[in-house]
């Protein structure tokens, strides 16, 4: 049996280097196309078309209802925290500081009238929707107004 030496591994890896890169050099380099089979996402509903859809719910439909309550309510949340961290109180103008406390306040409406949704009765349905409505308007218009504020 015969051994190879140094050498003949050395020479032999630099044979397998210089074909891998002889063979990346012939190869066309790839260009990422953008792709056309994806459609963009769709745009954000406006505040009317969710008060339309707040205010459309049956009793009937509650667990749905509940389901898009939730999701304005994590939204309000992350808009919350979104705002505060480009926020410095001790830096912003009293316009933006006002905005501020109304926003908070709006969302802490929209908070308090979320939770009454799991107590709902069909006697009271109509009112709970409608207050919702009216609360995720007040709280759009109170962010509208921090954002017109910061620009």
Known sequence: MKT????????LGLFALAFTACGKAEQSPSVTAPRTDVAPPPPAPTTTEVVAKLKSYTYEQRAGFALLVDDLARQSEATL??????????????????????????????KDKATKVDNAQSENWESITSNLATSWQ??????????????
Request: net charge positive; glycine share 4%; proline share 4%.
């Open 4 to 11: 190879n030496s140094p050498q003949s591994l050395l020479l």
């Open 81 to 110: 925290a979104e705002l505060n961290a480009g926020y410095i109180e001790v830096k912003s103008t009293p316009t933006r500081r006002k905005a501020m406390e109304a926003y908070r306040a709006a969302a802490a409406d929209f």
């Open 138 to 151: 007040n709280l759009q218009g109170a962010e509208a107004k921090i954002r017109a504020e910061k620009n």
